[in-house]
């Protein structure tokens, strides 16, 4: 089966070659990170290192070498002038940066404590413009790609510009990405969702409602029987419902909620945000899409319910009916 390259598609698809430069240099990153990962017990990569990232979370050594890996390939396109990444505390930015080059906010890896378990983990970024030193974070509406790699039984590539989302195989034999899943769309509705349920005790009223109809099956309120993943890879659990349909929520909850929330927004929200809405799906933190919440810190975190639109809307709605009535 002759499949189209990711070159031959970016050739085809994005008229500036700088940006088209950027992209084959973060699909480059991903390919290495991919090679890394599938080698990290031969590498004695797993296992925790002594230092934390600017979430407090212990970071792994294979996250310190995505993000080297991701940081360098970046740098090779000479129109980068800023880089956001999960691992480090300070944003990079080139000292001549000037308006219009490059941002990218990435996270190298994600959902790494799965590594040591050998379950799918994967990278996440965007790609917008910097305006200047004073607006340096990327507002949602302002992202021109979005993409992640998830690294499974083979390693993909989900990328959009705004207009569709498609999504690439590694040919390991060919050494090179093929686009095996064009126009990925999410459908309106779904019978499947992901949230970590050991959280139940923490979530607002909304989050327990939404969830325990749902689990109530065909003889409850939603007069359907839902099926319920949770993989604790952003990446994983939002590429099946790209692929399948579904539901992802991580919500403010009574625990998190003083830092707002669990996940981050510029690389982990915002770029899922991207490419679900892109798809067809919404995003939104309950209150307000995704996409319009200000960045106001390179870290800042926020609740995250993204999916197939009628079950956001679903939730937004109840969000602003206000509490559950007893
Ligand atoms: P929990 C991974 O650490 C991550 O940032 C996301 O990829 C994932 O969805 C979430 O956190 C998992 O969180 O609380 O289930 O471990």
């Known amino acids: 089966m002759k499949f189209v390259t990711l070159n031959a598609y970016l050739k085809r698809e994005v008229s500036e070659p700088s940006l088209a430069n950027l992209v084959d240099r973060i699909a480059s990153a991903c390919w290495q990170i991919s090679a890394t990962v599938r080698n990290a017990a031969l590498a004695g990569n797993q296992g925790e290192t002594v230092n934390v990232n600017p979430q407090g979370e212990v970071q792994k050594p294979i996250d ?67 305006q200047d030193i004073q607006a340096l974070l990327p507002a949602g509406r302002k992202i021109e790609c979005a993409g992640y790699a998830i690294y499974g039984p083979s390693v993909m590539l989900v990328l959009t510009f705004g207009d569709k989302v498609d999504g690439f195989t590694l040919d390991v034999d060919a050494a090179e990405f093929v686009l095996t899943h064009p126009n990925m769309q999410i459908s309106n509705d779904t019978i499947e969702f992901a949230i970590n349920t050991s959280r139940e005790r923490f979530w607002d009223d909304i989050v327990s409602a939404y969830v325990e109809d749902c689990i109530a099956g065909d003889d409850g309120p939603r007069r359907k029987s839902f099926n319920m993943r949770w993989t604790a890879s952003m990446v994983a659990d939002v590429h099946r419902l790209l692929c399948r349909g579904g539901v992802f929520l991580y919500p403010q909850d009574k625990e998190n909620a003083g830092q707002g929330g669990k996940l981050r927004l510029l690389y982990e929200a915002q770029p899922m945000a991207f490419i679900v809405e892109t798809a067809g799906g919404r995003a939104s933190t309950g209150k307000a899409r995704i996409l319009d919440v200000p960045p106001q810190t390179p870290h800042q975190r926020t609740s995250v319910i993204l999916g197939a639109s009628d079950e956001i809307e679903r939730l937004e709605n109840a969000y602003a009916a206000g509490p559950v009535k007893a």
């Open 64 to 130: 310190l070498i995505a993000d080297d890996i991701f940081r360098h390939s970046c740098l090779q396109n000479s129109d980068v002038g800023a880089l956001i990444s999960e691992e480090v505390q300070e944003v990079y930015h080139r000292t001549d940066a000037k308006e219009g080059d490059f941002v990218v906010a990435y996270d190298p890896l994600d959902g790494s404590s799965n590594i040591d378990v050998n379950l799918s983990v994967g990278s996440i970024f965007s790609i917008s413009r910097f």
